[in-house]
């Protein structure tokens, strides 16, 4: 039986730093690497770019039904084993829920239906030892307003993520949620409010490489949480122990948002 990994987000980033580990064997032998992205042409260039393993490029939007009914006839005709199933493509849109609009929703869409979809499609063709790995966000453990469905979103992802990772227990299948800071990819070229991007990304940025690494290296390891930085480990235990309202004044503090709230409430009244 072939050997496969599936990776979304694979046309840029985090999941196209996937797709470069695996394939210079960072998570063991595998016969083929499917790429699911929108970026037809990107996806071809990195199919070419490799021999072995074969890489297979499958240019999808993971907004649309159609795609997983697609996804899902491929699997059941070639009958792989799917070795690794890495969830990577999503998006986040800073700014006030209002503000942020209908990415609200879009962001729901794609980064907690598609992976639920992806990971029910993938989940009857894995074997012991298969993973899945899922890109949650250090939003995820520290709740962040001006980026509130993002937050809410990775929320989502990390608990899916380790609840599920219960219920295979005995089966040899783990699901790690990887939370990362920022990363230099093109995740903030379209911010929303660039103002609120630029004052959340004073918590500084990760090496895309390392956190790939650290996640595969934890995903191997069968742990349901990845989290590769020092700092954002002690976040996550404040944002843990802290009243939610406590967190929120003081992410405001940090981030300079409280000026900007008195100046929004005065041109309101
Ligand atoms: N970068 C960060 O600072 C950061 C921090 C924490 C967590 N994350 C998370 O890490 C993951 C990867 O982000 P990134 O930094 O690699 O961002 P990125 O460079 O913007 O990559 C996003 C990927 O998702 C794909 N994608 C977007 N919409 C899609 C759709 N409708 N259907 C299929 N694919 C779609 C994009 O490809 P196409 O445009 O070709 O479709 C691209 O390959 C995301 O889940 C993000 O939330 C990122």
């Not at 470069?20 to 083929?32: I, V």
């Not at 070639?78 to 890495?86: A, G, K, R, S, Y």
């Not at 986040?92 to 992806?118: E, H, I, Q, W, Y």
Request: aromatic content about 6%.
């Amino acid at each position: 039986m072939r050997s496969i990994a599936i990776v979304t987000g694979a046309s840029s980033g985090v999941g196209r730093e996937f797709v470069y580990q695996l394939c210079g064997g960072g998570g063991g032998p595998l016969d083929e690497i499917w790429i699911i992205a929108r970026s037809k042409d990107t996806l071809a260039k990195m199919a070419a770019a490799c021999e072995k393993p074969l890489i297979r490029p499958i240019p999808l939007d993971l907004t649309l039904d159609e795609s997983f009914c697609e996804l899902e006839a491929m699997l059941a005709q070639e009958e792989p084993c799917v070795q690794w199933l890495v969830n990577s493509a999503g998006f986040g849109t800073f700014g006030s829920f209002g503000d942020v609009g209908s990415a609200n929703a879009d962001m729901v869409r794609l980064n907690c239906l598609a992976l639920v979809s992806m990971t029910s499609i993938c989940l009857p063709h894995m074997q012991p030892g298969s993973r899945i790995v899922n890109m949650a966000s250090i939003a995820g453990l520290v709740p962040q307003p001006q980026l509130a469905t993002y937050s809410a979103s990775k929320a989502f992802v990390l608990e899916l993520s380790r609840m599920l990772d219960h219920e295979l227990a005995g089966t040899g299948i783990h699901v790690t949620a990887v939370c990362p800071k920022f990363m230099r990819t093109k995740f903030l070229d379209k911010p929303g409010d660039s103002e609120a991007a630029g004052a959340m990304t004073r918590i500084g940025f990760e090496d895309v490489g390392h956190v790939v690494r650290t996640a595969l290296r934890f995903s191997v390891l069968g742990y349901h949480v990845s989290l590769s930085c020092l700092d954002m480990q002690l976040a996550a235990l404040a944002a843990k122990l802290l009243p939610r309202k406590t967190l929120f004044r003081i992410e405001d503090l940090l981030f300079g948002r409280c000026g900007k709230k008195e100046r929004r409430v005065k041109s309101a009244l």
